[in-house]
């Protein structure tokens, strides 16, 4: 790591120390569906959704025998829900077949779930176990582009390099990277005059 990338770790760290994601749950089983639902779907419409589907299915043996036709009506304002319902269904049926009505808690099970992939699979287990995972979505890939800590051209080798690069504290900067995209560091119209680490910034899209 590099004294740049070791003060721009200490920095997101200090200034995202207590960073948690947005999404509404209130155990394992709410939280794995959240993050399954949000993919390439707000938080914000994520968390008006599941409040109903959550009080119709409150667990995987109730999601497991549900109408799909059903669970697409609830999730219907979410992106891709035809995809999304079949595979939180298939994600319950397997949780009450193979792991005795309970989420799994390690990525080799997460990620034979239906629905869930290694970017879940590593969400999760950050946020409900806060395991040392780094999880690279839309905000993390541009984030670690702009300032540099990545060049890769895909999520999964971006992945490999902030690993490589940080070490530790991986799921706080997840989180941190996440905000920092979703709240200042946009996409279009990125607020420079707000960003702490403006003068660390070296990205083409910055805004002088």
């Known amino acids: 790591m590099t004294t740049r990338q070791a003060k721009l770790k200490k920095d997101f760290l200090e200034k995202y120390k207590d960073a948690k994601?947005?999404?509404?749950?209130k155990n394992n089983y709410e939280l794995l569906i959240d993050i399954i639902l949000s993919a390439q779907c707000t938080d914000k419409r994520v968390n008006i959704i599941t409040p109903k589907l959550f009080k119709k299915y409150p667990n995987t043996k109730k999601l497991a025998q549900a109408?799909?036709?059903?669970?697409?009506?609830?999730?219907?304002?979410?992106?891709?829900?035809?995809n999304k319902a079949a595979n939180i269904i298939k994600?319950?049926?397997t949780v009450e077949e193979k792991h005795n009505s309970k989420i799994p808690n390690n990525e080799k099970d997460l990620i034979l779930l239906a629905?869930?992939?290694?970017?879940?699979?590593?969400?999760?287990?950050?946020?409900?176990?806060?395991?040392?995972?780094?999880?690279?979505d839309t905000h993390v890939f541009r984030i670690s582009k702009r300032l540099g800590f990545t060049k890769a051209k895909n999520v999964l080798n971006a992945e490999k390099d902030l690993v490589r690069v940080f070490k530790t504290d991986l799921n706080t900067l997840h989180q941190a990277f996440v905000l920092f995209g979703r709240y200042t560091c946009?996409?279009?119209?990125?607020?420079?005059?707000?960003?702490?680490?403006f003068n660390d910034c070296k990205s083409k899209d910055k805004i002088k």
């Open 21 to 25: 994601t947005e999404l509404k749950y």
């Open 67 to 82: 109408n799909e036709e059903d669970v697409k009506d609830i999730i219907k304002t979410c992106s891709f829900f035809n």
């Open 91 to 93: 994600m319950a049926k």
């Open 115 to 136: 629905g869930v992939g290694q970017k879940t699979a590593h969400v999760f287990l950050g946020e409900a176990y806060g395991e040392n995972f780094m999880a690279v």
């Open 186 to 197: 946009k996409a279009i119209t990125p607020l420079c005059s707000e960003c702490f680490v």
